[in-house]
Each structure stands twice: as structure tokens, then as C-alpha cells.
């Protein structure tokens, strides 16, 4: 099976950072995606570790470490429209982008 | 390069009707998702097509769901009867290699 664990909610303040850690145990492991979900809105793409160590996009940066099966998404220089739910997804399959999701945190940005 | 296509964006049946969701993905796309997101939950995967062959559909409720992606490119997605339980938003997605590319969801709600 597959489980993947993240925290549920995180409040900050804008220009602060915010680190999303997620923890996974699945069937096949070929990277770790983020998504980020407005209200409403569909999961849109944020980045993707294949490899262990730190990816950088603009504010937003992904870490992953195998061998802990554990994975961190930061947003730095928070502004109030970061405030969304955040996923980190495995990619269950070497040939495809099949992934199975975690649960998501809600994040709330307060000015 | 024209997104991920789905329609309608909302619908509300009740219960024991039946319903169905279209979706056109990116073109040249030859693999697509559907996946069932319940409100506060990550998405989960009903089922995977390859072009228009059915690559995993384990986790698709057989006795109420079906799918079919004819030619190759456009998808249904059919459930007859609808629970209530069934309520949720439902994201057609698709991929290359590069990365998994949601539509906009079509919102079910079943009373």
C-alpha cells in the first residue's frame, strides 16, 4: 500500500518561511512531486526530486533524502497568495506519472 | 499548448442517478487519469489509460463506475447509481514524461 504523511495545517505571517515535511512508505518510489491547490482550482506543479537533494524554483524549494523517505517542500518570502493546500505525491511507476497523494496542508497566510 | 479539458464544471444528481464526465487531455498525451478527490483529502486514483487501453484500474468502484477512452483521446468517466458518498470533485489528468497535468475538475454533488 501506499501512505504518505504530512501535516494538516501551518499558519504564518507574511515574508516568513514555512517548511512542509512529508514522510512516505509506498509499494515503488521514483520521485516526489509538490502540488499546490487553491480553493477551487486543480493541483498545479510545483517541482519534482528524483534524486536526493535540494530543488529550487524561485521562493519555493523541494528537498528529498531516500534513504529517510522523507521529503520537505519551503516557501520562503510567504505572500497571501501562497495561502492553498500543498501536496507532496510519490511517483509509484518507473514507466509513467502515476502518483499517489498525501493528504495535504492548509496553508494559511496572515498578514 | 491548450490544457487539460474537462466538462461539466458542476453537477448536482441525486442519489441512484447516473451521471458522466468528459474529458479531452493535452494533445499528444497518450497516458490519462481520472482521480476522485473528497473535500480535505489528496486526490486518489481511479484509473489509468495508455492510449485506449486500461493500464490500472484497482482502486475504480466496479459495480457503480465505469470508463472508457475510445480512440485515444477523449475520456468518460460514468457512474450509475450515484451514493452520496460520491460527492467529490473529480480531476482528469494527464502526462508525459515531463510531469502529471490536471484539468479543472468537474464538481459532483449528490443529495
Known amino acids: 500500500g501506499q501512505s504518505l504523511e504530512q501535516p494538516s495545517e501551518v499558519t504564518a505571517v507574511e515574508g516568513a518561511i514555512v517548511q512542509i515535511n512529508c514522510t512516505y512508505q509506498?509499494?515503488?518510489?521514483?520521485?516526489l512531486s509538490w502540488y499546490q491547490q487553491h480553493d477551487g482550482g486543480a493541483p498545479t506543479f510545483l517541482s519534482y526530486n528524483g534524486l536526493d537533494g535540494l530543488e529550487e524554483t524561485g521562493r519555493f524549494s523541494s528537498f528529498l533524502s531516500r534513504s529517510d523517505s522523507y521529503g520537505y517542500l519551503l516557501l520562503q518570502e510567504l505572500q497571501m497568495k501562497d495561502s492553498a493546500s500543498y501536496f507532496c505525491?510519490?511517483?509509484?511507476?518507473?514507466?509513467?506519472?502515476?502518483?499517489?497523494f498525501g493528504a495535504g496542508t492548509t496553508v494559511t497566510v496572515r498578514a | 499548448e491548450a490544457g487539460v479539458a474537462q466538462s461539466p464544471r458542476y453537477k448536482i444528481i441525486e442519489k441512484r442517478q447516473s451521471v458522466a464526465f468528459w474529458c479531452n487531455p493535452i494533445?499528444?498525451?497518450?497516458?490519462l487519469y481520472w482521480y476522485q478527490q473528497i473535500l480535505g483529502q489528496g486526490p486518489k486514483l481511479l484509473i489509468q489509460f495508455q492510449n485506449n487501453g486500461v493500464v490500472d484500474d484497482s482502486q475504480l468502484p466496479k459495480d457503480r463506475f465505469s470508463a472508457e477512452r475510445l480512440k485515444g483521446v477523449d475520456s468518460t468517466l460514468k457512474i450509475q447509481p450515484a451514493k452520496l458518498e460520491d460527492s467529490a470533485v473529480y480531476l482528469c489528468a494527464s502526462s508525459l514524461l515531463t510531469g502529471l497535468y490536471f484539468g479543472p475538475g468537474t464538481r459532483l454533488l449528490v443529495l
Open positions: 505525491a510519490v511517483r509509484v511507476s518507473k514507466n509513467d506519472y502515476k502518483l499517489s
Open positions: 509506498t509499494s515503488g518510489f521514483y520521485g
Open positions: 494533445s499528444g498525451h497518450a497516458t
